[in-house]
């Protein structure tokens, strides 16, 4: 039988560019719809697998099947993925604001499904530190809000347990809301100090409650996490990945840490708990199964970027069934770092050509495909797969003769075998190989494609990306679909039948 074609590193990715989409403005951030016919044996830990659910979630499935949201400065445009399905455009605005009030652009987007309306699937989207949640069905808003005290960075849905879904944002804070419930209209914070038991007014910035309403309709936030001085976030924070089985949360922000939180219920161990240091700032993480894997670029002046990969030590220790949180006071740095150094190891890096122009890659796993990771590189789309990158070698032993000599891996040069020395399908530590993963480069004309919407033509960008370069990276269907973003032109691969 046959490998399948993620672990024939040797072969042609079996991809064709299908069909460009000009949305006229630029895209901020792309969503596939995530589940198929058979998610319900993952979803809510498959306790609605049953003959009564799963008529109606096929019906779900099949309706939406391949359905793409893509974000842009005003609106979200909702739009087939599929070539050979194509469906309806549908736009959805946001709210109108008073002329006086600023107007922030479509940035994050996700989808979700509440517990209420199993089969109904909802949009998440934010617009600077606000959160929409719209119904496909109805059509309409059915929630609104507030929160962050700064823009949103990401978000992303829990994987088995939809309702759920985590925002991070430049306010040093990372939160979880839950759409089974409704909005709090008085704050709940605790006392400001032992001396006063009056509520906290401190709010969003210091991760608190708002002092104001939470929002109208549906969701709330139940946990916050928030840095303090013995780890977490000083800093922006940029990305966050729930583990898909145990209550573990991994974010990622600005001032190069990789931050993990264990959670319990509903409280959360907020800031503290693990933090890793690194040479720039960390952009984004994923789970992937028992790893924690960021994705890096470089400060200025610093090395080229990396993609890292921790592991977590005693893991089965740290996600017992029943947790205990005794009180700890602040540490110093000393034992800070020895935390960080006993908690996590790296397993791999992979230096890139150079700094990514993206804040965004995809990676994308299942319970049977390899894990994958989507790096933009320019104009070019590169294909990784995870299980095949080599382990960190050791350090050189500095007792030695000859002290300033590079470990083999780490030595120019392509060695006898054909993958640079790493051996069959192998990579090299240390070193970027450009004939390494999967390559989709397309040339990204704007004026190339069908359009899907209005709007002004894109112009310059702040992010230092040239007009070309991929923004935005998205897989999903099974691994049967990517998708990359440059600007205002939208380019959609689909596996070879």
Known sequence: MASPWYRRPNDPPPFTLARKLDVKTPVNAAALFPWDADALKTLWDGQLDDPEHQPAWKATAERYHGLLALAVSDAVYIVSALQDSPKSVRRVRLPKKEPNEDKEPVSCICWALNTHDLFEPLIVYTAGSLI???HLKQNRLVGCLLGHGKTITSITTHPRHPYLFCTTSRDRTTRIYDLTRT???????PPWSHRDPAPSLAGAAHGLHTTEPEG??????????????????QAAVLGAS????????????????LA??????????AGGQTAIQQLGRAQSARHVDLLAKPGSTPEPQRSRGDVPGYTRAAEERDCEEQFVFPAKPAVDADDLERMRISSFRVMTSLPLPYPPTSLQWKYFATDTHDPLVLLPLRE???????????PTPQPPFRCDDDEDTDPPSYQSGSGDDEDGGA???????GKWQPTLGWELSTVLDAGAGADVGGGEEPGGSDSGAEKGDIQ???????GRVVVAAAQNVVSIWEMNP
């Open 132 to 134: 929409y949640i719209f």
């Open 260 to 269: 993990a939180a264990v959670l319990g219920g509903q409280h959360a161990l």
């Open 423 to 429: 051996g069959e399908g192998g990579t090299c530590p």
């Open 183 to 189: 909005p709090i209209q008085k704050p709940k914070n």
């Open 242 to 257: 729930f583990h898909p089985t145990h209550p573990l949360i991994a974010t990622c922000g600005m001032r190069q840490d």
């Open 380 to 390: 070019e789309l590169r294909m990784l797969n995870l299980s095949r990158l080599q």
């Open 472 to 478: 935005v990276l998205e897989m999903g269907l099974g």
């Open 216 to 233: 109208r309709g549906i969701g709330r936030c139940v946990a916050v996490l928030v840095g303090g001085r013995s780890g977490g976030h």
